[in-house]
Nanobody
Framework: QVQLVESGGGSVQAGDSLRLSCVATGRTSSLYSMGWFRQTPGKEREFVAAINWSGGSTSYADSVKGRFTISRDNAKNTVFLQMNSLEPEDTAVYYC?????????????????WGQGAQVTVSS
């Protein structure tokens, strides 16, 4: 089993930056692919970013490419989402996720574990 706990959400102005963190605990947590998703009321949860177990491969939703960066520190079992140039459209609850396998496909399409979510609000 893997447990995920997010932190770092908050309220900011358009153009500001935020960094989300997600600490994973459990067996061999450093070998899981990790990712971030987001959801707004009335909409389905959408993929934001993913990273493979080593950190050597990443993928992003088109809407955040060039603005968001996902990274991980396996020594601390932590994955980060650096969000720059935030826009009001980025307002959502952000969820950390983990896949059961090492590649980004695993977390992006078959996420097995989820955090409780962190609210990010961007005002214009």
């Amino acid at each position: 089993q893997v447990q995920l706990v997010e932190s770092g959400g908050g309220s900011v102005q358009a153009g500001d930056s935020l960094r989300l963190s997600c600490v994973a605990t459990g067996r061999t947590s450093s070998l899981y692919s990790m990712g971030w998703f987001r959801q707004t009321p009335g909409k389905e949860r959408e993929f934001v970013a993913a990273i493979n177990w080593s950190g050597g491969s990443t993928s992003y939703a088109d809407s955040v490419k060039g603005r968001f960066t996902i990274s991980r520190d396996n020594a601390k079992n932590t994955v980060f989402l650096q969000m720059n140039s935030l826009e009001p459209e980025d307002t959502a609850v952000y969820y950390c996720a983990a896949g059961k396998y090492t590649g980004t496909y695993s977390v992006r399409y078959e996420a097995a574990y989820w955090g409780q979510g962190a609210q990010v609000t961007v005002s214009s």
